[in-house]
């Protein structure tokens, strides 16, 4: 019997003993129907000579564009109720407001702050949803 997390490698213990027994005893099958039906594919796979490839390997990360730390900081600025101490809604209480959360986010100069904000394309300014900048 063969037990451990998801991930350590049960799987391929398992088809290297297959192969093994299929080369020592040509005659002996496995019984794979105990298998879920994932474990048994990738056990036929590589029964077949299929080289199998683990999930992080398959993807590469060409890019990644970071957003979640300023919606946390949007958010927490809300429940303090800081737009409404910026003063009424409008254009420039979410200019103000989003320059603060920058400047919480990203901490640097003011200058270095707009020339961020200068690098971002238009669907970045503030209530945009896309931003490509790193």
């Known amino acids: 019997m063969l037990s ?5 490698g049960k799987t391929l213990v398992l088809a290297g ?13 496995a019984n794979l129907s105990a298998l ?3 474990a048994a594919a990738a056990v036929e796979a590589t029964l077949k000579g299929h080289r199998l490839v683990p999930a992080g ?3 590469t990360i060409t890019r990644s564009v970071p957003h979640g730390h300023l919606a946390a900081v949007a958010a927490m600025a ?3 109720g800081l737009p409404a101490m910026l003063g009424p809604a409008g254009r420039a209480r979410d200019l103000a407001l ?8 990203r901490p640097a100069s003011k200058l270095s702050t707009l020339t961020w904000w200068a690098e971002c394309d238009p669907g970045c300014r503030p209530g ?4 490509q900048h790193r």
């Open 4 to 8: 451990g997390p998801p991930g350590s």
């Open 17 to 29: 003993r297959a192969k093994y027994l299929a080369v020592q005893h040509p005659e002996t099958l």
């Open 36 to 38: 879920p039906a994932e």
């Open 57 to 59: 390997q398959a993807v």
């Open 78 to 80: 809300a429940t303090l």
């Open 98 to 105: 989003a320059l603060i959360i920058s400047r919480v986010a």
């Open 128 to 131: 945009r949803r896309r931003c």
